[in-house]
């Protein structure tokens, strides 16, 4: 996660379920990279979201041509992207990282869910085995090797990985200020608390933030985890999936 006063990036790495990647520095140092050039890219709102996630794309794929950056598995991240400008706000998310918004007309979630359309029949195997099993841990190995053989292409999915070209398959708009009361910026690790879980709805999401912040939310998801450790209930990858959040509240005339 990273941002300014007016911009809130928040970023999840993809499993790479043990599986070789072809770069030597793995998905917490892309990430790293890839927040950073981010904010860099689009933090004096000169370039539109997707152009500044195509620069930095190709920034930190400079960074390590030594790897092998077309291996199919090279580290690669979901993308949600909030930034204010002078009368409107600006969004971006690339798979399944969502914006959430809030205005005088509602809720409306931002999110690109084209990985649930693909290998559905090897996410249906995983979703017969206890978490943590070494069963279930040769399933999602073999659900992740498959999906990652059609990510970023038109049979697939989109992810930010190496190329820049990604940026341009991103789902991207505007939306007036006057529509924003407050936004979350999230990883799935914590919109799953009303997709999959359904122990809340947004709106509750939203006052939940409003009155205790992002680590009592947070803290609300690893309760309700803890419930389910096996993933009996609630069929996952893992337990506890990474969960980060960015709130954002207009007070006067900012975020």
């Not at 072809?22 to 892309?30: F, K």
């Not at 559905?120 to 099993?133: H, I, K, V, W, Y």
């Not at 809340?200 to 205790?212: H, I, K, N, S």
Request: charged content about 25%.
């Amino acid at each position: 996660m990273a941002g300014t006063p007016t911009l809130a990036v928040v970023l999840d790495g993809l499993s790479t379920a043990g599986l070789d990647t072809g770069c030597r520095h793995g998905v917490p140092w892309y990430v790293a990279q890839l927040g950073g050039h981010l904010v860099a890219a689009l933090a004096d709102g000169e370039r539109g979201l997707a152009e500044g996630l195509a620069e930095a794309l190709a920034r930190v794929a400079g960074k390590h041509p030594e790897c092998d950056l077309k291996n199919p598995g090279t580290p690669s991240a979901t993308v949600a992207i909030l930034r204010e400008t002078t009368d409107a706000f600006d969004h971006l998310v690339l798979a399944d990282s969502p914006v959430v918004l809030e205005g005088p007309a509602g809720v409306t979630v931002l999110t690109d869910l084209r990985v649930d359309d693909v290998c559905q029949d090897l996410r249906a195997e995983t979703e017969q085995f206890r978490t943590g099993t070494p069963e279930h841990r040769e399933s999602v190995a073999r659900l992740v090797a498959a999906q990652r053989e059609i990510r970023n292409t038109d049979q697939g999915y989109w992810v930010a990985a190496s190329a820049p070209d990604a940026a341009s398959h991103a789902l991207t708009g505007t939306v007036g200020a006057a529509a924003i009361r407050s936004a979350a910026v999230m990883s799935d690790g914590v919109s799953r608390l009303v997709t999959e879980y359904q122990m809340a709805t947004w709106e509750q999401v939203l006052d939940g933030l409003r009155e205790g912040g992002p680590a009592a939310m947070i803290r609300r998801v690893r309760e309700v985890e803890a419930t389910d450790p096996d993933g009996q209930r609630w069929p996952r990858y893992k337990a506890g999936d990474d969960a980060a959040i960015a709130f954002c509240q207009r007070t006067h005339e900012t975020v």
